[in-house]
DNA sequence: CATGGGTCCTGAGTGC
DNA sequence: TGCACTCAGGACCCAT
């Protein structure tokens, strides 16, 4: 599923290849996916030009030339393809754009839980994106904020990573991968953690953040690149969908998987010990 | 503020 | 071989 690492390879590959396109058509069958509805949608996209494409958590965003701004979020199945369009159909696309140059940004979406909203200006887009926490790589993301998040809630710290609203852009791979780092058990309430497990699961949070993008995403099961092409984090997984396996640390236990929140929870019950 | 449940959706996996 | 069933999950909504 994309998380920040795989949306932000994404949002780089279309950014490389789009900007200065012009939309020319729409087509899809899946209207629910369109937002408010496909007829609002086409109705603000036809005829403009994509100026800027940028990435806030987990959403893209296409700047488009007449002040519209559209945004896709692809949740757990979505991709975005940049493909010619003579390239043969691909499976489970739902929406497509038809650009100049004879292009197609092709969203599938085999769950259909994405979606393609317009936003009529830049103020109903800051509406949206200031619902969610700082965000990793910035400026405001800094070690101290991230201590004062973890020190007002006692959820347990998994959940908060994983909650948009706290922190920007961190899903189920990456919270798991950080936190057998950190050697931090996911379930523990963020608020206990000493100063020193805060610090080190900062880091520890860049650092797997840093190597999701670095190998292009994890296709763990749907991911792709807007070129099509699988990314290789999935090859450097430590814990996430590794039970039943060694631990890497050679402590000599084994990766547990349990559910938390109602998600699947991967940790070695020997390295983060409750 | 915390917690738990339902919702969207469909391919993959299981059991018989 | 095929049918019926369960499961997975990001974000949002609702009730308690």
């Given at each position: 599923m994309p998380e920040l690492p795989e949306v932000e390879t994404i949002k780089n590959d279309l950014a490389k290849s789009l900007v200065g396109m012009r939309i020319t058509g729409l087509w899809w069958d899946s209207p629910k996916q369109l937002k408010p509805s496909p007829q609002m949608v086409e109705d603000n996209i036809i005829g403009t030009t994509i100026e800027k494409i940028e990435r806030r958590a987990k959403i893209i965003q296409f700047f488009l030339s007449n002040q519209k701004i559209l945004i896709v979020h692809l949740k757990l199945t979505g991709r975005l393809l940049i493909r010619d369009r003579k390239e043969p159909a691909d499976k489970w696309a739902h929406i497509i754009l038809r650009l100049s140059d004879n292009l197609d940004l092709r969203f599938c979406d085999m769950r259909k839980f994405g979606y393609l909203r317009i936003m009529s200006d830049e103020k109903e887009l800051d509406e949206v994106l200031k619902e969610f926490g700082p965000e990793p790589f910035t400026p405001e993301f800094t070690v101290e904020k991230?201590?004062?998040?973890?020190?007002?809630?006692?959820?347990?710290?998994?959940?908060?990573?994983?909650?948009?609203?706290?922190?920007?852009?961190?899903?189920?791979?990456?919270?798991?991968?950080?936190?057998?780092?950190?050697?931090?058990?996911?379930?523990?309430?963020?608020?206990?953690?000493?100063?020193?497990?805060?610090v080190q699961l900062f880091h520890c949070l860049l650092k797997v953040l840093t190597e999701g993008i670095k190998f292009r995403g994890a296709s763990d099961q749907s991911y792709l690149d807007a070129f099509g092409r699988e990314g290789e984090y999935q090859k450097h997984f430590r814990v996430y969908q590794q039970d039943n396996k060694s631990c890497p640390n050679k402590c000599g236990g084994k990766i547990v998987r349990m559910k938390l929140g109602g998600r699947g929870t991967f940790y070695c019950p020997k390295c983060q010990k409750l």
């Amino acid at each position: 599923m994309p998380e920040l690492p795989e949306v932000e390879t994404i949002k780089n590959d279309l950014a490389k290849s789009l900007v200065g396109m012009r939309i020319t058509g729409l087509w899809w069958d899946s209207p629910k996916q369109l937002k408010p509805s496909p007829q609002m949608v086409e109705d603000n996209i036809i005829g403009t030009t994509i100026e800027k494409i940028e990435r806030r958590a987990k959403i893209i965003q296409f700047f488009l030339s007449n002040q519209k701004i559209l945004i896709v979020h692809l949740k757990l199945t979505g991709r975005l393809l940049i493909r010619d369009r003579k390239e043969p159909a691909d499976k489970w696309a739902h929406i497509i754009l038809r650009l100049s140059d004879n292009l197609d940004l092709r969203f599938c979406d085999m769950r259909k839980f994405g979606y393609l909203r317009i936003m009529s200006d830049e103020k109903e887009l800051d509406e949206v994106l200031k619902e969610f926490g700082p965000e990793p790589f910035t400026p405001e993301f800094t070690v101290e904020k991230f201590k004062k998040i973890l020190s007002v809630f006692s959820l347990p710290i998994k959940i908060l990573l994983m909650d948009q609203k706290k922190i920007a852009g961190v899903g189920n791979i990456y919270a798991n991968e950080a936190l057998f780092l950190a050697g931090i058990n996911p379930r523990i309430q963020a608020n206990t953690l000493s100063n020193g497990q805060m610090v080190q699961l900062f880091h520890c949070l860049l650092k797997v953040l840093t190597e999701g993008i670095k190998f292009r995403g994890a296709s763990d099961q749907s991911y792709l690149d807007a070129f099509g092409r699988e990314g290789e984090y999935q090859k450097h997984f430590r814990v996430y969908q590794q039970d039943n396996k060694s631990c890497p640390n050679k402590c000599g236990g084994k990766i547990v998987r349990m559910k938390l929140g109602g998600r699947g929870t991967f940790y070695c019950p020997k390295c983060q010990k409750l």
